[in-house]
């Protein structure tokens, strides 16, 4: 029964359903139908083919049927109503209307495009295009025009439409090379970013870096040729500045609590979990923390006016986007192994000890920063057959926080309890007695190790 109604809507749909009236112009003609459970691709080709505009809508619309019925309506009317009754987002490039389920075009905006192919299918193009560059790109393909609706920057546009060229062919015949020189990206990076840039639908391409003439040399058929120099372009842009500021503190509180390193580690007294878009865990071993940042820092500094912590270090690094800056603090310790053997060789290997940050920034375009941190703390734990044996405390986090936002790690401790005892010369020595000739203190310190990072644009 459901074929059946479908079928007869089809057939209504495509036949004289449309009542239209002999107005000049788009804008005011009008037109009647009334539809049932007809999938709403098959109501915008009608709207489309009645009023004479290109009508497309996004892959998502394919699992939508349309029940309606409108007299007399124009064609923004009728769009309207449909929208309304779907809830339903519209965008108009280039003359065309472009229709989606809520949110699937996102916030993309820029330059608009059509792109009208002469061998490939628009469909098989479109689906292409949003693997290859993702929520970058709104990609549309109307096959009854056979065409390509695109929407980002002018930058993703471009490229997108490279790709289209070199995907539009008929044969990939007749292999060439080019040579591209570089300006802000090395060889090794550009080959290896390139290769995982091109799709494998555009055939294969060979990539040989060049380090001493800053070149890479690409080999391939015309179209993927084209298109993998559009990517170079964006690949070898001047790239944007970061500084990460690092700052070391050791606090020292007076009492023998657990609440600084507690609170600076981003969970609420009581146990409870800090608000905000990071996720800690009460008993992880660097425990980051963003979103209080003013309170924690303003914590840090009064326990360093009061001498009861002190900052170890402030290194500054600057790095690319999306690059890795490398500090680190404290020794490098030489480990001096015997080979055995009749002539008796060593080999002298070396272990950095301390404190070692791996900070991998990348800017967004909004100056949001997100940010991968790698934290190591490691010392030496001792000895074994006089090899030094080395702790090592470690963790990698993620992050996405606002440009100039500090994040503080805390929960890195050390208690040291120390126990010192004064006696009278000899009488202090008598057995059971002696203690009576004896004074015996105790003290115990906590000291825990706090880092604070900052990420910064440099213009």
Do not use: C
């Given at each position: 029964?459901?074929?059946?109604?479908?079928?007869?809507?089809?057939?209504?749909?495509?036949?004289?359903?449309?009542?239209?009236?002999?107005?000049?112009?788009t804008i005011a003609r009008t037109a009647s139908f009334s539809v049932t459970n007809l999938p709403l691709p098959n109501v915008l080709a009608g709207l489309s083919r009645e009023f004479g505009v290109n009508i497309v809508g996004d892959a998502s619309l394919a699992q939508i049927n349309v029940t309606l019925s409108l007299s007399n309506v124009t064609l923004d009317a009728a769009m309207a109503?449909?929208?309304?009754?779907?809830?339903?987002?519209?965008?108009?490039?280039?003359?065309?209307?472009?229709?989606?389920?809520?949110?699937?075009?996102?916030?993309?905006?820029?330059?608009?495009?059509?792109?009208?192919?002469?061998?490939?299918?628009?469909?098989?193009?479109?689906?292409?295009?949003?693997?290859?560059?993702?929520?970058?790109?709104?990609?549309?393909?109307?096959?009854?025009?056979?065409?390509?609706?695109?929407?980002?920057?002018?930058?993703?546009?471009?490229?997108?439409?490279?790709?289209?060229?070199?995907?539009?062919?008929?044969?990939?015949?007749?292999?060439?090379?080019?040579?591209?020189?570089?300006?802000?990206?090395?060889?090794?990076?550009?080959?290896?970013?390139?290769?995982?840039?091109?799709?494998?639908?555009?055939?294969?391409?060979?990539?040989?870096?060049?380090?001493?003439?800053?070149?890479?040399?690409?080999?391939?058929?015309?179209?993927?040729?084209?298109?993998?120099?559009?990517?170079?372009?964006?690949?070898?842009?001047?790239?944007?500045?970061?500084?990460?500021?690092?700052?070391?503190?050791?606090?020292?509180?007076?009492?023998?609590?657990?609440?600084?390193?507690?609170?600076?580690?981003?969970?609420?007294?009581?146990?409870?979990?800090?608000?905000?878009?990071?996720?800690?865990?009460?008993?992880?071993?660097?425990?980051?923390?963003?979103?209080?940042?003013?309170?924690?820092?303003?914590?840090?500094?009064?326990?360093?006016?009061?001498?009861?912590?002190?900052?170890?270090?402030?290194?500054?690094?600057?790095?690319?986007?999306?690059?890795?800056?490398?500090?680190?603090?404290?020794?490098?310790?030489?480990?001096?192994?015997?080979?055995?053997?009749?002539?008796?060789?060593?080999?002298?290997?070396?272990?950095?000890?301390?404190?070692?940050?791996?900070?991998?920034?990348?800017?967004?375009?909004?100056?949001?920063?997100?940010?991968?941190?790698?934290?190591?703390?490691?010392?030496?734990?001792?000895?074994?057959?006089?090899?030094?044996?080395?702790?090592?405390?470690?963790?990698?986090?993620h992050f996405s926080v606002h440009e100039g936002q500090t994040i503080t790690f805390g929960g890195l401790t050390e208690d040291d309890h120390t126990k010192t005892t004064t006696k009278v010369p000899l009488l202090g020595d008598i057995p059971?007695?002696?203690?009576?000739?004896?004074?015996?203190?105790?003290?115990?310190?906590?000291?825990?190790?706090?880092?604070?990072?900052?990420?910064?644009?440099?213009?």
């Amino acid at each position: 029964m459901k074929r059946l109604t479908l079928f007869l809507a089809l057939t209504l749909f495509v036949n004289p359903i449309w009542a239209g009236a002999s107005t000049a112009g788009t804008i005011a003609r009008t037109a009647s139908f009334s539809v049932t459970n007809l999938p709403l691709p098959n109501v915008l080709a009608g709207l489309s083919r009645e009023f004479g505009v290109n009508i497309v809508g996004d892959a998502s619309l394919a699992q939508i049927n349309v029940t309606l019925s409108l007299s007399n309506v124009t064609l923004d009317a009728a769009m309207a109503a449909i929208e309304r009754a779907y809830k339903l987002e519209e965008r108009r490039v280039d003359g065309t209307i472009i229709v989606s389920s809520p949110g699937s075009m996102g916030t993309t905006a820029g330059t608009p495009a059509t792109i009208h192919l002469h061998v490939a299918t628009a469909s098989v193009i479109a689906r292409e295009l949003s693997t290859s560059f993702g929520g970058n790109l709104i990609a549309i393909g109307d096959d009854r025009t056979n065409s390509v609706v695109l929407l980002g920057s002018p930058d993703t546009v471009d490229s997108a439409s490279a790709l289209i060229a070199a995907l539009d062919v008929a044969g990939q015949d007749g292999a060439g090379s080019v040579s591209y020189a570089l300006n802000h990206i090395s060889p090794e990076d550009a080959s290896s970013k390139l290769i995982q840039a091109i799709p494998t639908s555009i055939g294969q391409i060979t990539v040989v870096p060049d380090v001493h003439s800053n070149t890479v040399v690409i080999t391939g058929a015309p179209g993927a040729l084209a298109f993998a120099e559009s990517v170079m372009k964006r690949l070898d842009a001047v790239p944007k500045k970061v500084l990460v500021q690092v700052r070391v503190l050791d606090l020292m509180p007076t009492n023998d609590q657990r609440d600084v390193g507690i609170i600076l580690g981003g969970v609420a007294p009581g146990g409870g979990q800090g608000s905000g878009a990071i996720t800690v865990t009460p008993n992880q071993l660097f425990t980051p923390f963003a979103n209080r940042s003013l309170a924690v820092n303003a914590t840090i500094n009064t326990l360093i006016e009061h001498g009861e912590g002190q900052i170890l270090a402030e290194p500054n690094q600057i790095v690319n986007s999306g690059e890795t800056a490398h500090i680190h603090i404290g020794d490098t310790v030489p480990i001096v192994t015997n080979n055995g053997g009749l002539v008796g060789g060593v080999t002298v290997t070396s272990t950095d000890t301390g404190i070692v940050l791996d900070a991998r920034p990348i800017i967004g375009a909004d100056g949001s920063v997100n940010a991968i941190v790698h934290l190591q703390y490691s010392y030496v734990n001792g000895s074994s057959q006089g090899y030094p044996i080395f702790a090592n405390r470690d963790e990698t986090s993620h992050f996405s926080v606002h440009e100039g936002q500090t994040i503080t790690f805390g929960g890195l401790t050390e208690d040291d309890h120390t126990k010192t005892t004064t006696k009278v010369p000899l009488l202090g020595d008598i057995p059971l007695f002696g203690r009576l000739f004896q004074n015996v203190s105790s003290t115990a310190k906590r000291e825990e190790v706090v880092f604070q990072v900052t990420f910064r644009a440099v213009e």
